[in-house]
C-alpha cells in the first residue's frame, strides 16, 4: 500500500505489488527497464536516473503508464527510443517530469504523440527534448485535462502541431 512504508535509500521504492524495487537495472532488456517506471504505483515519488539503466531503446512495447510522481533523469545526454505509438501516458494523479539531458524520441511509424497526458494528469518540461523521426505523426505533446508546464525544452521533427491541448492548463 502507498505510504505505508518509507524507504530511506532513494534508489528504491515498494512497487504497487509490494515489492521492493531498485529504481535503475543491468538488464539489457526492454521489459525490465520499462519496469523501472511501471513499478512506481500512485501516491509515490520516484527520480529515475537513465544512467542507471541497462539499455534505453524499447521497440514493440506499449506506451509507459505514469500513475506516481516520477523525474527523469540523466547525467550525460541519453535518448529514450521508442517505436510505441505514444513513449509515456501520464495517467491521473500522475506527473511526468523531463529534466535536461533526457531526450524522447518517437521511431513508431504511425504514432500518436510522443507523451500523452490524462485527465488529472501532469507533464513537466525541465530542459528536455521531445522528438520525432518517424516521416508521418501529428504531436509531440498531447492533453486532455491535464496540466503542461513547460519551464524549458524543445520540441522538434513534428509533422504536425508540437503540441495539442483540450481543456488543459498550458
Known amino acids: 500500500e502507498a505510504g505505508k512504508f518509507k524507504i530511506s535509500n532513494p534508489d528504491y521504492i ?3 505489488e509490494g515489492k521492493l524495487c531498485y529504481l535503475g537495472t543491468t538488464s539489457t532488456t526492454a521489459e525490465d527497464n520499462i519496469a523501472v517506471f511501471t513499478n512506481i504505483p500512485a501516491g509515490c515519488e520516484a527520480t529515475v536516473n537513465l544512467d542507471n539503466l541497462g539499455q534505453t531503446t524499447w521497440n ?10 516520477v523525474t527523469v533523469k540523466a547525467t550525460n545526454p541519453t535518448t529514450i527510443n521508442s517505436e510505441a505509438s505514444c513513449i509515456f501516458t501520464v495517467k491521473t494523479g500522475g506527473t511526468l517530469t523531463l529534466s535536461d539531458k533526457v531526450t524522447l524520441n518517437n521511431t513508431s511509424a504511425n504514432p500518436s504523440s510522443c507523451v500523452k497526458v490524462e485527465e488529472g494528469g ?12 518517424s516521416t508521418t505523426g501529428p504531436v509531440g505533446i498531447s492533453i486532455t485535462n491535464g496540466t503542461l508546464i513547460m519551464n524549458s525544452g524543445t520540441i522538434s521533427g513534428m509533422h504536425g502541431p508540437a503540441i495539442v491541448a483540450t481543456n488543459s492548463n498550458i
Open 14 to 16: 515498494i512497487s504497487k
Open 60 to 69: 514493440n512495447h506499449p506506451s509507459i503508464e505514469i500513475n506516481g510522481k
Open 122 to 133: 501532469t507533464l513537466i518540461l525541465d530542459g528536455a527534448k521531445i522528438t520525432l523521426t
